[in-house]
């Protein structure tokens, strides 16, 4: 192997042969994680509109 290969597998990009866990497992716990970020950021992006929203309008102009 060479050092970029070696590099690459050591970053997950060679493959999934030798998991500790099933890779249903895996998989599962990935949809997991997705679905648990993408709530989190549908919260904040919510919250962060309605902070936006309720400045709209309160600049001070010279």
Known sequence: M????TALLA????GST????????????????LTFT???VALAWRQLG???TSR???CRRG
Request: hydrophobic fraction near 45%; glycine fraction near 12%; charge should be neutral.
């Open 11 to 14: 970053h997950g990009l060679g």
């Open 38 to 40: 993408f709530a989190v």
């Open 50 to 52: 309605s902070i936006r």
């Open 18 to 33: 030798d998991l500790p866990i099933p890779y249903t497992y895996a998989l599962i716990g990935a949809a997991w994680t």
């Open 56 to 58: 709209v309008g309160h």
């Open 2 to 5: 060479t050092p970029a290969s």
